[in-house]
Each structure stands twice: as structure tokens, then as C-alpha cells.
């Protein structure tokens, strides 16, 4: 039976290696979380604050420690799919996978359970969050849901497709007394003291005239109260009532942040990627390209120094010539294959198959906790383990602590207490 190594807890009868390896008392749960899938930042006063598909955490610039909230000490689910923060409200917004969403408050997580628990078919996932006057604007695959942040409720749903319909919505902004949201079937503007913003005919589909192509938009953003939008790999920006082209290039746009008055551009194409920062003007600046950069989710400047958030390489910093990674140690994915015990070490083998037994081509290889720190061994450590993908269990010999892990199909590997390999 497959199992999901999200998390799990060590119970010993040492008391004396309790005690050295920070282990909490039994009862009591640790979590185990990969911290190197970052897709979301936020800086906030003197820190950092990091998104990931399974938790949260924090890095305190001045200090240089971390803090973790995840299920374990707060949160109300795993599967972080979006963050963000309300610097007016000092609340924190955070939405899962499932539409579930939690706001954090000071000391307090105040969970919103509405859309997930709501029996609406259709696409309920969120994609991105606004906030705006004590409210939290979910663009969301039906349309846009509005949180009352004072209450923690959903107050409205704007069906802003053709004819009232459900759209999906890709983001939201509001610039000069309007709002706007790119969507599926275009951009579109309705007047933020609209009586009633619920009712589709306030929103007017501006796309397909005055500069804008018709077809789907897939963000917006508030540029020194100009509207920016992206369309495919082209950016516009509002001009009076006209829309003029600001910059394309021939890299896929992954996202668009503006950060200390520089447009970020997160790109990649193929196996390469790189951080475009461009200026108000739409000159570029700067080129960010780097080993660490794998698949950037997103980044923003603080400090003078560009912050990245990367789906496979975890957060780093760089100030265009140095390089310095910043999460919590961890294991790089979630195990789902064997958790064997040898000594005070925990092995854990991060593979697993299909229900009908096919391959997953999961290249992560195996877990080792010991010392209370994680390494891997994995074909992105060790080049020589191209060939071995699923690992999915593991046994130990006692007498000589070899270590042996098993790839589905890929072969046997022995690893000594050397960590040479065979």
C-alpha cells in the first residue's frame, strides 16, 4: 500500500538520543516537509516569506533563522497553491489545491472552508488572490469569489463570463476606480463603485479594441497605476483609453511581478530559463540567468538583492554575481516508497509505480535523516544514477550496514558506508 510521506514522526526509548537530535516527546508530531519547491514569495518587514506545495515558511533577513508553519502547527491543509498578504489588514491568504483557504492573523489561523465545501460544479481552483479594502479577490475557475476578511466569509461571486456564465479568471487588479480581471474570454472592467458587481452587465470586455487583441488574457497588474496585462508572450499597457505594446520576446512569460519599480519577468524556454527585469519604460536592465534557475515561479527585489522563487531549486537570493540558496533542510520531494530504520538513521525512498504497475520516471532517488539533516542520493548529486529511476523500497544488512535500493526496472543499488556505489 502506497503511502504519502508528507509526515510521520520518530518515537524512540533512548531518551539521551531523543534529546540530542531535538526530537519532541512521544505524542507529539515533527514534520518532514520539502522546503526546495518554492513557488511563492512574499517579503514582509525584516522577512521572507515562502510558499511551497506542502507548507510555509519564513526567513528572518537579519537573524538568518527560519520558521515553519505547515498542517503540524497551524495550517489547515497540505497543498499550498497560492499566498498572499495585505499589508493594510496585516493578514496572510493563503489558498490550497482543493479551494480550501485560511487566513492568518497574527497568531491565528481562521480557516474559510466555503468554496471547498460548496457542492458548485466546475473549476473551483484559485490561481491568484487580490486584496483590496479589508477584502480578498480569488480568481478562480468559476469566476471571481470575495472573501470578507473581517468576518472570514465569502461574500460575493462575480459569474462575469458572456451571459453571466462561469469563466475561469486568471487574475485581478484594480487601477483608478475600476477593476479588472483577465480572464479566458478577454480583459475585462467594471467600475469598482458599481452597485452591483455580481450582476455580468457591469463588466465590460475591453479586449478586441483600443489596442488589445481579442482572446485570453492571463495577468494583470497595477504599474504605477497603469494597467499592464499579458497576452501570451506580449505585454500592454494602458495609455489614456488607449493600449499601447510595451515589450515581447521570444521566451514564454511564466509570471510578471513588479518589484521596487522593476517589472520582473519569470521565462522559460525549453531547458533554459532566466529572470528579464525590465524598467517603466520597458528597457531591460538586467538578464538573470543562472545554474539554480530551474523553473522560477516567481521573484521580487529586496534589499537591493533579487529574490527567486524556484519550483525545483527551492528560494535563493542573487545579486546578479553571487548565489545563495535559503530554505530549511529537507528532503527534495515527498517519499511514497519504503521507510527503513538502520541505527539512528531513517532511509526513505522517494519512489513509487502506477496502480497498475508502470512506471512513474521519478528521478529522486532515496532519503537519508541522520544527525537531524537530510541528503539525497539521486541522479542530480550523482550523474551516475541516470538509469535508476522509481526507487521503491530498500533493505539493510545488518552486519556490514550496506545499504540496498531498489529502482523498478532500473536495477539494484548498493550503497557502502563510504557512499561509493556498486
Not at 43 to 69: H, M, N, Q, W
Not at 403 to 413: D, P
Amino acid at each position: 500500500m502506497m503511502r504519502l510521506f508528507f509526515v510521520f514522526c520518530f518515537l524512540f526509548f533512548a531518551s539521551y538520543f531523543c534529546s540530542a537530535q531535538g526530537i519532541p516527546p512521544i505524542g507529539q508530531w515533527r514534520e518532514h516537509l520539502p522546503y526546495n519547491n518554492a513557488i511563492n514569495i512574499i517579503p514582509v518587514e525584516e522577512k521572507i516569506y515562502c510558499a511551497t506545495p506542502y507548507a510555509l515558511f519564513s526567513y528572518d533577513t537579519g537573524e538568518k533563522s527560519f520558521e515553519r508553519l505547515s498542517k503540524v502547527n497551524g495550517l489547515s491543509e497540505v497543498g499550498v497553491s497560492r499566498m498572499k498578504y495585505d499589508a493594510s489588514a496585516q493578514k496572510f491568504i493563503i489558498a490550497y489545491q482543493n479551494s480550501n483557504v485560511d487566513v492568518l492573523y497574527r497568531n491565528d489561523v481562521i480557516n474559510v472552508p466555503d468554496i471547498k465545501l460548496s457542492n458548485v460544479s466546475g473549476d473551483k481552483s484559485i490561481y491568484n488572490i487580490y486584496c483590496f479594502n479589508n477584502r480578498a479577490y480569488l480568481s478562480t475557475g468559476l469566476g471571481i469569489i470575495v472573501i470578507n476578511q473581517d468576518k472570514y466569509e465569502v461574500a460575493e461571486t462575480y459569474l462575469i463570463g458572456n451571459g453571466g456564465g462561469r469563466i475561469r479568471v486568471n487574475d485581478f487588479t484594480q487601477a483608478a476606480g475600476f477593476f479588472y480581471a483577465a480572464t479566458v474570454e478577454g480583459l475585462k472592467r467594471a467600475a469598482v463603485n458599481s452597485p452591483n458587481l455580481s450582476d455580468f452587465n457591469e463588466w465590460q470586455t475591453i479586449s478586441g479594441s483600443t489596442g488589445l487583441s481579442a482572446g485570453e488574457y492571463h495577468k494583470v497588474l497595477n504599474v504605477q497605476d497603469k494597467i499592464m496585462v499579458q497576452k501570451n508572450d506580449s505585454l500592454f499597457i494602458q495609455n489614456g483609453s488607449n493600449w499601447i505594446f510595451f515589450y515581447h520576446d521570444t521566451w514564454p512569460i511564466g509570471n510578471i511581478d513588479f518589484s521596487e519599480n522593476k517589472i520582473l519577468l519569470s521565462e522559460t524556454k525549453g531547458i533554459q530559463t532566466r529572470i528579464v527585469v525590465l524598467n517603466t519604460s520597458g528597457a531591460t536592465e538586467k538578464v538573470l540567468q543562472n545554474p539554480l534557475l530551474s523553473l522560477p515561479r516567481q521573484a521580487t527585489i529586496y534589499q537591493s538583492e533579487y529574490w527567486i522563487a524556484d519550483q525545483n531549486n527551492g528560494l535563493f537570493k542573487t545579486d546578479g554575481n553571487s548565489t545563495e540558496r535559503v530554505f530549511p533542510n529537507s528532503p527534495i520531494n515527498i517519499a511514497t516508497g519504503d521507510l527503513v530504520f538502520s541505527g539512528n538513521d531513517l532511509w526513505a525512498a522517494a519512489g513509487s509505480v502506477s496502480e497498475s504497475w508502470t512506471y512513474l520516471f521519478n528521478p529522486n532517488g532515496i532519503y537519508r535523516f541522520s544527525g537531524d539533516f537530510w541528503t539525497g542520493v539521486n541522479q542530480y548529486i550523482y550523474p551516475q544514477l541516470d538509469t535508476l529511476l522509481d526507487f521503491i523500497t530498500i533493505a539493510i544488512d545488518k552486519q556490514n550496514e550496506k545499504v540496498y535500493a531498489g529502482s523498478y526496472g532500473g536495477g539494484l543499488l548498493e550503497i557502502n558506508k563510504d557512499n561509493s556505489f556498486k
